[in-house]
């Protein structure tokens, strides 16, 4: 075993285009490593549907330039074999380290292989790409980017010519064909041939951000802003004031891109203490709302003022407020939401009379939806133009709620009091997350194996009325790896996340409400019972 990785090793080392991955990987190889250089060489970096994801460094379980090449080559093969030689790729690219050299690389294979590459200007959100894709008429689109993963990490995402991302079957026909390169060194990869773009596409992407909103609506709610660290802010800042918004407050610690994210444990508005210096911000600037966007800029939060301080809205909450705001608006089509988020976007839909449906996790189901004209899942991603961008979209979806506040704003009213209007509406929809981050991947795989095998007959006190597992399919979804459990006034989702080491479980309670009075009560109520969910479910779970 010992010599089998060190051989491994020396046959990667011979084929890595990077010095400083080939430095990295010479230093395990001398310090006869054995037990890095075996993590390293394990297997392989799975490709799925959320293309690759995982740490930076040498060798075959990382992400690098090796790996990179092979995944854009394994890419190219398919496209040609689809009948798409010579067609356009589009390649974007986020701030974080060795990101645009990942670009580079796929646009020399793309170039290589008879496609025609096209590379954007700079660091952009994703859906600038997204929407790039669609209006440009590329027959595939790569995003490099590991959207709110940790610093050490990067990623590649992969869309095809309708400008969403890939599902089943395209990604194991493109993991065949990765499986499929042989020697690196037979990878034509020239040195020019591709196109650099310019501001052209980023120029039609801000003119399209123009019909998200409504013709002379109100633009009055001033706005304390994150880029979190990552590539949103100049976008963002173009659209608002295309839009004619108040100038956003920009939280200065992080407002320029940095690949190293210092001043958050993780870059990820929902995680504990991200919003810390937006909120010290807002303290200052006494805005209407706070936003964020995550670094590749496709996700978006929203904070408001509660009257003690800053209040983070779950990502349900925004979902549903921007439905009824479309709905005010009078939009028509269809409203999607993944199997994760809140039933209340089903209730807002039926009294509009607007057909709606549920998909599996993650935009790449979440665009498909026949008919689409709003699309959101509960983990701060909305689609509110999906004639745009086929995608979840945090610019828009910025501009789209900062209009609401603005609308709101007019009668004297804020997005809390909206907040309230639904609950009496369709019953107090409350949501929470138990969400397990792990080191060892077993402990995911033990939870779901003990669900599996003695699942809940009662959760907080309520009977599981219906446990299904999503494995082997339900109303017509695809299987995937998940379980589902029906409560009287609730229901639970367990699953394990698709790009980071969690378990995450859904929880959702629903508790009537007769009218405004009623609020307080059906809100304690409300979170005694989410406790009481978790908590029995966290032991049923074994974690």
């Not at 194991?172 to 041939?193: C, F, K, Q, T």
């Not at 981050?437 to 095998?453: F, K, Q, S």
Request: one cysteine or more; proline letters at 7%; charged letters at 25%.
């Amino acid at each position: 075993m010992h010599t089998d990785v060190i051989a491994a090793a020396r046959t990667w080392l011979a084929e890595d285009p990077d010095p400083e991955t080939r430095a990295e990987l010479s230093a395990l190889i001398d310090a006869e490593d054995v037990t890095e250089l075996t993590a390293r060489f394990a297997g392989t970096l799975q490709f799925g549907t959320a293309g690759l994801r995982g740490e930076l460094g040498a060798g075959p379980m990382r992400m690098n330039r090796a790996v990179v090449v092979r995944a854009a080559a394994g890419l190219a093969a398919y496209l040609r074999k689809q009948g798409h030689d010579g067609g356009l790729v589009v390649v974007g690219y986020d701030a974080r380290h060795k990101s645009y050299d990942f670009a580079r690389d796929t646009a020399a294979v793309m170039t290589g292989a008879g496609l025609h590459a096209a590379v954007l200007p700079r660091p952009l959100p994703t859906p600038v790409l997204a929407f790039a894709v669609r209006h440009l008429g590329a027959v595939a689109g790569v995003e490099v980017t590991a959207s709110h993963n940790p610093p050490r990490d990067n990623g590649y995402k992969v869309y095809l010519g309708d400008g969403s991302q890939i599902v089943p079957p395209a990604d194991a026909d493109i993991a065949a064909e990765i499986d499929a390169v042989g020697s690196l060194h037979d990878v034509p990869r020239p040195e020019a041939g591709w196109d650099v773009l310019d501001d052209a596409v980023l120029d039609a992407y801000l003119a399209r951000t123009d019909a998200v909103l409504a013709p002379g609506s109100p633009r009055t709610a001033r706005t304390v802003y994150t880029p979190m660290h990552g590539v949103g802010r100049d976008t963002l800042l173009a659209a608002f004031a295309r839009a004619g918004f108040p100038e956003p407050v920009l939280v200065a610690e992080q407002a320029d891109p940095d690949p190293d994210f210092p001043t958050v444990a993780f870059p990820n508005p929902e995680e504990p203490g991200a919003m810390d210096l937006a909120f010290a911000t807002a303290r200052a600037a006494a805005p209407d709302l706070v936003v964020a966007n995550d670094p590749d800029a496709d996700r978006c939060a929203v904070a408001v003022p509660d009257g003690t301080g800053w209040r983070m809205l779950r990502g349900d909450e925004v979902g549903a407020l921007l439905a009824a705001h479309l709905v005010r608006r009078g939009a028509r089509g269809t409203f999607a939401e993944s199997i994760v988020s809140s039933s209340l976007l089903a209730r807002i839909a039926e009294r509009a009379g607007l057909p709606h449906t549920e998909t599996l996790t993650g935009f790449k189901w979440i665009a498909r939806a026949e008919g689409l004209r709003y699309g959101y899942e509960e983990a701060l991603g909305y689609c509110v133009d999906p004639d745009g961008v086929r995608d979840k979209d945090g610019i828009t979806a910025a501009l789209l709620v900062t209009e609401l506040a603005s609308v709101l704003k007019a009668e004297g009213r804020t997005l809390l009091d909206l907040l309230d209007d639904l609950a009496v509406a369709h019953g107090l929809h409350a949501t929470d997350q138990l969400s397990v981050r792990v080191e060892d991947l077993t402990v995911i795989a033990d939870a779901m194996h003990r669900l599996r095998t003695r699942p809940p007959a009662a959760l907080g006190g309520l009977p599981v009325v219906r446990s299904e597992d999503l494995a082997h399919g339900a109303d017509g979804l695809p299987p995937t790896d998940g379980l589902r459990y029906t409560l009287d006034g609730a229901r639970v989702i367990v699953r394990p996340s698709g790009t980071e080491p969690k378990l995450k479980c859904y929880l959702e309670v629903v508790v009537p409400v007769a009218d405004r009075a009623g609020l307080p009560a059906a809100r304690t109520a409300a979170a005694d019972r989410l406790a009481a969910v978790r908590r029995d479910l966290a032991t049923a779970a074994g974690l």
